[in-house]
């Protein structure tokens, strides 16, 4: 059995299978009868809940406030801003009848015709328009500004090609929107929130990034600039991570939301949104694991610590128990969450299996030995590294090796990540060396019909303008023309 938990799908083999097993036997995520939607099991749900988390103070300490707004959108809000419906029509669930009634016949059910909806409803797929609606009836002075506010919600957006978590039709997400009385303070705003995202996903999801700006094809439908944090999954290929966007006074005109400033004239607001997703669950997956399992950082996983004993009798588990508690309560005194797993339905291998596959930092295990000499095995997921260590000082030891694990996986991470950045500055070397994955830091001429060509040749896109990077002269290797940027290349999921 322990044996068939790890039967994964090796890497090098087929590294989108082995992430669609990893996902399952994991026990993260299964698939739902509805066609690409995916039900959360609780261990995965339980990271979510914990990035959840720590994102929301992070917000919080910015200013925002969570609020709720409806799930179901007018069809008509939609239409008042024409860059916004056209970027998200063809992924829309419209709700047209709000009845049900039986057959004639009597054994089955039916949609009832006379209980059609006067105006048809959008699910969301995103909730600038019913938000703005909102906002004109919030806003009337400069004193009104700024709003900051944030949801946690699920959305929908009718996805042909799914994978779980990083490609769903619907999805979990937090979605901020904000309103200001500045253009400068809006891309502030904007600018600070990317920063929160790029200093979550290196601090608690050990995943370096990449920050930078989408091209005009790129961008988020009805902004005027898109900022995005750009992640490297372990096949080189590119993952969209969290995404903030400055609006400017599109939406405030859509829907008509002014204020008075302090000159008594009434103006357009300034707007962004901004949001990440369940899709960072698999960013956190494909960034880490490995050929046996998940490898999660210690911050995030739901299970710090797993404590295994091993014993012949009760009597050696009594003891062995005793000896332990005091242990298992100081770790929750710290915060550092333990499972002390006793149980005698299954074998200890099976145990060591499971907990490696479900990416638990650190493993103690002790036996009847280990009691009589006063030590304890330890080991760490990340490494695979185990030790026979004096009991003496554990709590500490493990305290150590948690931040070692949290430190360790990132910057593996971004070591991987930066010996997979590549300069080139010749098209046909980009499209044969393009296929084995990496982000290609090229020259752009900054039109679309050049970033078409790139896509269409090579299914690579422009995953960004990046920040910190030195804007050199040059040509672009596509057209030969002057560059105006230097942008990071690669597919991406």
């Given at each position: ?51 959840q ?39 829309s ?10 057959t ?84 502030e ?10 200093d ?75 949001g ?9 997956i ?53 499972k ?91 499209k044969?060396?393009?296929k ?58």
């Amino acid at each position: 059995m322990a044996k068939e938990l790890k039967d994964l799908t090796k890497r090098a083999d087929n590294y989108s299978q082995w992430y669609n097993d990893l996902v399952m036997k994991a026990d993260l995520a299964e698939t739902s009868p509805v066609r690409g939607c995916m039900i959360i099991k609780p261990y995965g749900y339980a990271i979510w809940e914990k990035m959840q988390a720590a994102l929301d103070g992070m917000f919080k300490a910015t200013g925002v406030q969570n609020a709720y707004f409806p799930l179901l959108i007018p069809k008509s809000f939609f239409a008042k801003e024409a860059e916004h419906v056209a970027g998200f029509a063809k992924e829309s669930a419209v709700v047209t009848h709000y009845r049900l009634k039986g057959t004639e016949d009597g054994k089955g059910i039916e949609v009832d015709p006379e209980a059609k909806l006067e105006e048809e409803l959008i699910i969301r797929p995103t909730s600038e328009t019913m938000i703005w609606n909102t906002y004109k009836n919030w806003i009337q002075s400069y004193r009104d500004l700024p709003i900051l506010c944030n949801q946690w919600c699920n959305v929908m957006r009718w996805e042909m090609r799914t994978r779980p978590f990083l490609r769903t039709s619907e999805f979990l997400w937090q979605e901020g929107h904000t309103a200001h009385a500045t253009e400068q303070e809006a891309q502030e705003e904007a600018r600070k929130m990317l920063k929160v995202y790029a200093d979550f996903a290196e601090k608690w999801m050990g995943v370096p990034v990449v920050q930078g700006v989408k091209s005009e094809t790129e961008r988020f439908a009805g902004a005027l600039d898109t900022y995005t944090i750009e992640a490297m999954m372990q096949d080189g290929k590119a993952l969209q991570s969290g995404t903030s966007h400055f609006l400017g006074q599109n939406f405030a005109k859509s829907f008509d939301v002014t204020f008075l400033n302090k000159d008594n004239k009434p103006e357009y607001v300034w707007a962004t949104s901004w949001g990440v997703s369940t899709r960072l669950m698999g960013a956190l997956i494909m960034v880490h694991s490995d050929d046996n399992g998940l490898v999660l950082p210690p911050k995030l996983a739901p299970i710090q610590v797993v404590i295994i004993p091993i014993s012949r009798n009760n009597e050696q588990l009594e003891a062995i128990s005793a000896k332990l508690k005091p242990v298992i309560d100081k770790f929750a005194s710290l915060g550092i969450s333990v499972k002390y797993d006793d149980s005698d339905n299954k074998r200890p291998g099976f145990k060591f299996a499971d907990y490696e596959l479900k990416g638990v930092p650190v493993r103690l295990v002790m036996g009847a030995r280990d009691l009589e000499n006063g030590t304890i095995e330890i080991m760490r997921r990340d490494t695979l590294e185990k030790e026979n260590v004096s009991f003496d000082g554990i709590v500490e030891r493990v305290q150590t090796m948690l931040d070692d694990i949290q430190n360790g996986i990132f910057e593996k991470a971004r070591k991987y990540r930066d010996e997979h950045i590549y300069e080139c500055e010749d098209y046909d070397e980009f499209k044969e060396r393009i296929k084995d994955g990496g982000f290609f830091l090229c020259h752009w001429d900054g039109t679309a019909e050049t970033e078409a060509k790139i896509k269409e040749d090579t299914q690579a896109t422009i995953r960004c303008v990046p920040f910190g990077i030195d804007q050199t002269e040059g040509v672009d290797m596509v057209s030969g023309k002057p560059a105006k940027h230097r942008v990071i290349i690669a597919r991406a999921y």
